[in-house]
């Protein structure tokens, strides 16, 4: 049996072209991607501590070593807090504006969408430190409006329970406008035709929801989610400006503490474990999501 | 066919030869100017902190005498090791910096990792910098590392205990303590002393019930703000973290003592944020005249005296950390080996130390190193105070020098930081401490 390429549906003089076309491309995820990745692969299974001297021993018990590892189940835990807190509030609130935002007959409607994607145009550094001068319990103006109202004026970032929560808050503000832009947008490409068909039916506003709405724009909501928890499971910047893992470890996530391994300590083999790991993780979630969008379209 | 090969060749020969010579460095072209190193450009890394601003004012001078241009990369503190380790394990003569500033707690990794160029046949040989200029404590911090001389104190951050004097001074203030303790106020010389000072001196202003002014602000962030704060309150209290040999000195009561004073200290006499607080935000409570005293450091007078950042301009005096051991701390001047210009990296560490260059700093308010320094009469008519400084310079104990030093850090500032949110309790976070420093004891 002939074996087909991505190449063979066109003719035979343009394969050989596009072949050499495609080559540096190859080359270049080769080089910036998959070599990287490998080698870190290889070290992930070598005691290594860049301080000390070079490449050590073969290790493969780093990665029992790492999951043994109490700060790093710590922070597994806080970080699946906060991935699935940010991902269902930053879900509700995006699809609960973009629908408000897809009514033609709004008035201003691109100053409010403008308005609301400003926050995405700001790298997640920036919000970090915007915030964290907002949230000043002395300094900042969060604080000193809730006490001219006469509210308590919560110590955001130095009480350990309430931490968390500063930075879900701060996340839902930075990161709420991708997904009002990406459900906005499949919201404005669903065919009218089959809302007008619906309204002849005599359908309610909640039964258009429900039945067209809400089936159509599936896949859409789950690319949405499934880019939000990647981003999210890899949260660090905000938690490096605003918290430094702090008050004690209660706000500490995988992804910070991978990089402390790494940069701090210098340990390039256990950092490279863990890194291996949330990988895994990430590309299991990423499967299991896509599985439940497949079966979700057939229900349909 | 062959001819466009002939000339694809070509052209990536000559693109290869440029590249090269970006990656090692420019060749000094001395012909036209006399300048020995015009058209040499000197990247350099460095902490966005006053003293970096003076050199930065002072570059011109440099650049002046030498046809090198000067590029100083600032950053933040916290940025700098993550982004210096991979430009030094480049090969040699292929790094992003011609010059570094070493933290002390650096020195050992920088220097076990092989990273630094040793400058001791450069410093025989030099007629501006000499070794024995400096104080002692610095040199062994910041300058020299297992007989080898690596680095040039750059600049001092002894910690020191910085407060209103104005408000020390008070006769209010005065009688209302007599009245209170029985005795006549005075500076703080042990940290229970402090604690029951700062605790006096915390207070609600306005009287609307709230208070508004805390007698110690303090940094309670991890890693580094708040295990350099606490290192104060152990060292004080008589503690140390290892010997000269590398062991853990460290024990279970001064340690649990240290924790538990700078524990009750953030507890009762600093604002409510402090546990979250960094280096800036206590800074802040300090210049808006919130707060009486801070332990920090010593260079920290000239910057609150500055009305542009201050509204304390005046008031503020510096004392040594009551208990009179405080945390050294320092900067070294180094060339890395990666650097591609090591020479003209050099020149600029024998002007930037040079005698005249190191007092004009020193005169913008920049913390000294050398002793001719510190007692220079011009020097000293200025700031009267860095006769106390060269002494807290000199009783300081600086950071364990630990290959894994920053690490250590990151240790000590969790377990500290744990024990202010009482997850906790100080007894175990010292047991913890003791378990990790062992673990990452130089062998």
Known sequence: ?300 | MKKKLVVLLAALAIMSMLLSACAKGETPDTTASGKPFEGVTINVMMEGVPDTEYVQAQLSQFEELTGAKVNIEVLNYALMHEKLVPQLTAAEGSGSYDLIVVDNYWVAEFNRAGWLLALDDRIASSETVQVDQYLPSMMEMVGTYQGKTYMLPFYNYAMALVYRNDLFTDPTIQQEYKEQFGKDIALPTSIPEYLELAKFMTRDTDGNGTVDFYGASMQGLRPDPTAMEFLNYLYSMGGTMYDLEGNVTLTQEVGVAALDAYVEAMKTSAPPGSPSYGFDEAFAIVAQGDAFSYVTYNWMVPVLDDPEKSEVVGKMKVTAVPGGIGLLGGWGWAIPKSSPNPDAAWAFIEWVESFNVAKERALLGGAPTRADVFQDADVLAKYPHYSDVEKIVADSIMFPMQSRAPQIVEVLGRVISETIAGSITSEEAIQQLITEAENLADK
Request: glycine share 6%.
């Open chain 1, 1 to 300: 049996m002939a074996k087909s390429s991505f190449f063979s549906n066109l003719p035979k003089h343009d394969q050989q072209t596009a072949r050499n076309l495609v080559v540096p491309a190859m080359l270049g995820i080769w080089v910036v991607v998959l070599f990287p990745l490998l080698y870190a692969l290889y070290v992930s299974v070598h005691d290594w501590i860049l301080s000390q001297g070079g490449i050590g021993s073969f290790n493969f018990s780093n990665y029992f070593t790492v999951l043994k590892d109490p700060l790093l189940l710590n922070s597994a835990k806080n970080t699946v807090v906060l991935t699935i807190s940010v991902v269902v509030l930053e879900i509700l609130i995006g699809f609960g504006l973009a629908l408000l935002l897809n009514n033609k007959g709004i008035r201003l409607r691109n100053i409010y969408l403008f308005i609301l994607l400003i926050p995405m145009l700001m790298p997640p550094i920036t919000v970090g430190l915007i915030w964290r001068l907002l949230l000043h319990p002395e300094l900042g103006i969060i604080n000193y409006v809730l006490s001219v109202i006469g509210l308590p004026q919560p110590l955001w970032l130095a009480t350990p329970n309430l931490a968390m929560l500063t930075i879900i808050i701060v996340d839902v503000w930075h990161e709420t406008a991708f997904i009002i832009l990406v459900l906005l947008a499949g919201l404005t490409s669903m065919p009218e035709e089959i809302y007008e068909a619906a309204i002849i039916d005599g359908a309610s506003s909640r039964q258009k929801f429900q039945f067209i709405t809400l089936p159509l724009m599936a896949p859409t909501i789950l690319v949405a989610t499934i880019i939000r928890m990647i981003a999210a499971l890899k949260t660090y910047d905000l938690v490096y400006i605003l918290t430094r893992g702090g008050p004690g470890i209660s706000t500490e996530t995988i992804s910070y503490y991978i990089y402390k391994v790494f940069f701090v300590a210098l340990d390039v083999g256990k950092s490279s474990a863990m890194a291996f790991l949330l990988l895994l993780v990430i590309i299991l979630m990423t499967f299991l999501l896509m599985k439940v969008m497949q079966k979700t379209e057939q229900n349909y």
